[in-house]
């Protein structure tokens, strides 16, 4: 009796401490978890987990807890309701909670309504705040505006990781608020998220939980939620007044650059978005517009109501431009009041073939009753790519105005390419004495003005124009000779006095903006770097076609690993040429190249092949062995060593996108050899600097 009682006193000392720490959780209410652990209490179900460190939870009456973290790996502490996976969320009716939470997080973390369902297998975020990095790290979906807070949605995807199945594959969706709107009190209408992501093809099964969590990853913090309100069916609660928004100190509500990715905007129809550094009009980057098949396919941006308000009028801008001659159209799509789809138009423009053009419109008034609005740049003529840059959305009024470049062959300035061209450049050449635009007369750019340029406007404005046919790639590659790989590589970039390896990368497309094909993507263009990419036909999809999309905007070289990965050298003559054409008609759909070296699967080369294989066939002369279970460091050290003695250089390198260990070591490796002095190429890029070409059916692991 006496060990009960001490037992006892012992419990409520524990009890008294962690009140004493976390204010607001009674003495007598509180459940204090340590471990791992699941229950109920006071109708609420908790949850206590986490893979490592020191976790301390204390559960109160009405859902409310208290937790703190410190030395862990992952951790999440959370009260709410589970469900038996019988019901969607729309047969619960609304779902809404109500909270207040003093927020303290030293790291990553997230406070946010938290969940999963079953058919399909998909965990889900709502996130209010966070610590010191904005989850997810994948490019968006889009933005929704609930509750009067503008939201970021993505889809990523966990492979063989921990869930409510044990370890399993399944995505994850989310809901993040923007910088502007985080928070840690208010109104939460799950419902309403979750109708936003059914709208985007995000679709949830029968739900398991509806929680409110805290998280912590690789962090320490502390949390006191002492408001846990969750209700299930009846009417919506009715939700906080919007606040007035606020631009940026430059005066705008979004200004995208694409200087860094997307920026949130998305294909339209079957039109698929990059960040490219193909063209540019301020900056070093624009958005590359491909795979259009009608003139509605283009890019598009969600508004929030929340910022560009329904019946206010605010200032749009955008620049376009394509390699054919073009009439741009900024529109606002929109639902009216009864629901019905709606369109506007918000600003058109007239270029000409190359030439950017500003799409503007400083008083534009959103209609009264309209939500879901989504502002994208279409054409009115052609499916031709094309590239937009400096969007811009800000207060009514603001006037954006860019500095255009001359129109080539305008002599005059008058905005039109004619005979008064001729007669104004004939002028100035004979007599010096008329004005001209030094600029849009220099048609062969070779800084003066003199008859050659008079020659070139002659046959610009007397020759009639005949537009080539219409493809994804408007560069015009030169006389093909028989036998020798179509090399088009711009080596302009690249230094011929220093060091140079071509990294190749096989196996994709991985498809998963978040995981490691990205991830190598990433790490070669914020170095400057180039590098080839080996695609498998029969992996690629509608899911991931944009990984491709994106790796060719971004100057890399897209290449051919046959249909179905076969070992080549089992396979008769027809079998070898379908493996090959298979794959090349999808890379030239996506792309609107033709030709694509080859990577033989597992290297396996014979005559057969060769005779058949139409194009050179690139082997490695380095293996960085991440197919073999190469840790990174492991990776890092192999290609490190070789730098160091040399043997590297004009050399191919082996690797694969779909494993992280590589995406960690071109992380490493990219700004590592940059700063060394050394350069990433492709592998046309690598024979084409050192002046050697490349031939069908003969086998290539380096340069010499």
């Known amino acids: 009796m006496k060990k009960q009682a001490r037992s006892f006193l012992s419990l409520l000392a524990s009890a008294a401490l962690c009140a004493a720490l976390f204010p607001g959780i009674t003495a007598s209410a509180a459940v204090t978890l340590t471990e791992n652990k699941t229950g109920t209490y006071d109708g609420y179900s908790y949850e206590l987990w986490k893979d490592s460190g020191t976790t301390t939870m204390v559960v109160g009456e009405k859902g409310t807890y208290s937790c703190e973290w410190s030395n862990i790996n992952n951790c ?83 492979e063989q990781q921990p869930s409510i199945d044990g370890t399993a594959t399944f995505y994850q969706y989310w809901s993040v608020r923007t910088e502007d709107c985080k928070r840690t009190s208010g109104t939460i209408t799950v419902s309403d998220h979750f109708k936003a992501w059914d709208a985007m093809g995000l679709n949830l099964g029968k739900l398991y939980e509806v929680a409110l969590n805290v998280e912590g990853w690789q962090s320490q913090g502390t949390a006191n939620v002492t408001k846990n309100e969750l209700t299930i069916g009846g009417d919506p609660k009715p939700t906080e ?18 200087e860094s990715g997307t920026d949130s905007w998305q294909g339209r129809g079957d039109a698929k978005v990059a960040a490219s550094s193909a063209q540019a009009f301020a900056g070093s980057q624009s958005l590359a517009v491909t795979g259009r098949t009608d003139t509605w396919n283009g890019c598009a941006y969600p508004l929030s109501t929340a910022v560009f308000q329904p019946g206010k009028a605010y200032s749009f801008s955008a620049m376009a431009m394509a390699q054919t001659a073009e009439d741009f159209k900024l529109t606002l799509q929109y639902e009216d009041a009864s629901g019905e789809e709606q369109y506007a138009s918000v600003a058109t423009a007239s270029a000409g073939k190359g030439e950017w053009v500003q799409l503007a419109n400083p008083s534009y008034t959103i209609p009264a009753g309209a939500s879901s609005l989504l502002l994208y740049v279409e054409t009115d003529g052609s499916t031709s790519p094309f590239f937009v840059d400096e969007a811009i959305g800000a207060p009514e009024g603001t006037e954006i105005t860019v500095d255009l470049p001359a129109k080539e ?63 994804e790639d408007p560069t015009e590659a030169p006389e093909r000779v028989d036998g020798v790989f179509y090399n088009t590589a711009d080596v302009s970039w690249i230094d011929k006095s220093k060091p140079m390896v071509a990294l190749c990368f096989d196996d994709g497309p991985w498809g998963d903006s978040s995981g490691s094909a990205y991830r190598i993507q990433n790490a070669l263009a914020d170095n400057g770097f180039h590098a080839t990419f080996f695609y498998w036909g029969n992996r690629i999809n509608s899911g991931n076609e944009a990984e491709i999309a994106r790796a060719d905007s971004l100057g890399f070289e897209i290449a051919n690993h046959t249909y179905t990965h076969p070992d080549l050298t089992t396979l008769d003559a027809a079998g070898i040429q379908s493996e090959i054409k298979q794959t090349a008609d999808i890379l030239t759909r996506i792309t609107g190249k033709q030709d694509f070296l080859l990577r033989p699967p597992y290297l396996a080369v014979n005559d057969t092949v060769k005779a058949n294989a139409g194009t050179p066939l690139i082997t490695c002369a380095v293996d960085s062995g991440d197919w073999n279970n190469a840790t990174t460091q492991e990776i890092i050290n192999k290609v490190t060593a070789k730098m160091n003695d040399g043997s590297l250089n004009n050399n191919v390198v082996l690797m694969h996108e779909t494993y992280d260990t590589t995406a960690e070591a071109m992380e490493y490796l990219a700004p590592y050899m940059k700063q060394q002095g050394w350069q990433i190429v492709t592998v046309s890029e690598m024979f084409k600097a050192n002046g050697k070409d490349m031939y069908d059916g003969e086998v290539y692991a380096y340069v010499r």
């Not at 631009?247 to 650059?257: Q, V």
Request: a negative charge; aromatic letters at 12%; glycine letters at 8%.
């Open 76 to 158: 999440l502490f959370r009260t709410g309701q589970k469900f038996d996976c019988t019901q969607t969320y729309e047969e619960m009716g609304n779902i809404q909670l109500d909270f207040e939470c003093d927020y303290h997080p030293n790291g990553n973390s997230y406070l946010c309504v938290y969940g999963w369902s079953r058919d399909p297998l998909i965990e889900y975020y709502i996130v209010e705040s966070w610590g010191n990095w904005r989850p997810p790290g994948a490019d968006s979906l889009g933005k929704i505006t609930v509750d009067g807070g503008t939201y970021d949605v993505y889809k990523t995807l966990r």
């Open 241 to 258: 007044p919007a606040t007035e928004p606020e631009p940026d100190a430059d005066g705008y509500f979004f200004h995208s650059t694409y």
């Open 409 to 471: 062959g305008d002599v005059n300035g008058d905005g039109e390419v004619s005979v008064l061209d001729i007669v104004a450049l004939q002028k100035f050449l004979v007599r010096m004495d008329a004005q001209v635009s030094s600029e849009a007369a220099d048609l062969d750019h070779n800084g003066r003005l003199d008859v050659i340029d008079l020659v070139m406007l002659k046959q610009l404005v007397l020759t009639p124009q005949i537009d080539p046919p219409l493809t």
